[in-house]
Nanobody
Framework: QVQLLESGGGLVQPGGSLRLSCVASGRTLSHYAMGWFRQAPGKEREFVSAITWLAGRTYYAEAVKGRFTISKDNFKNTLYLNMNNLRPEDAAQYYC?????????????????WGRGTQVTVSS
């Protein structure tokens, strides 16, 4: 089992920045990749970004390219998401997820461990 705990969400004005963190515990050696997803009220959960745990290969949704940066600290078993130039449409519950296999990192079905999420609100 892998346990994931997100933090770093909050209220920010449009154009502002936030840094989300996700600490993994348990069988962390089983990571192949980790990702961030988000879900706004009334909408489906959507892919934001992913990173392979060893090679550090990154993947981004088109909506966040150039504004968000995913990174990791293997020693700390921590995943990060730096979010800049935030927009009202970025407001959502952000979830961290982990997968032990190589596959379609853009699909939530690929991930079998999930955190409970952290709320990001973008409003003036």
């Amino acid at each position: 089992q892998v346990q994931l705990l997100e933090s770093g969400g909050g209220l920010v004005q449009p154009g502002g920045s936030l840094r989300l963190s996700c600490v993994a515990s348990g069988r962390t050696l089983s990571h192949y990749a980790m990702g961030w997803f988000r879900q706004a009220p009334g909408k489906e959960r959507e892919f934001v970004s992913a990173i392979t745990w060893l090679a550090g290969r990154t993947y981004y949704a088109e909506a966040v390219k150039g504004r968000f940066t995913i990174s990791k600290d293997n020693f700390k078993n921590t995943l990060y998401l730096n979010m800049n130039n935030l927009r009202p449409e970025d407001a959502a519950q952000y979830y961290c997820a982990s997968t032990p296999t190589r596959g379609n990192f853009y699909s939530q079905n690929e991930y079998n461990f999930w955190g409970r999420g952290t709320q990001v609100t973008v409003s003036s």
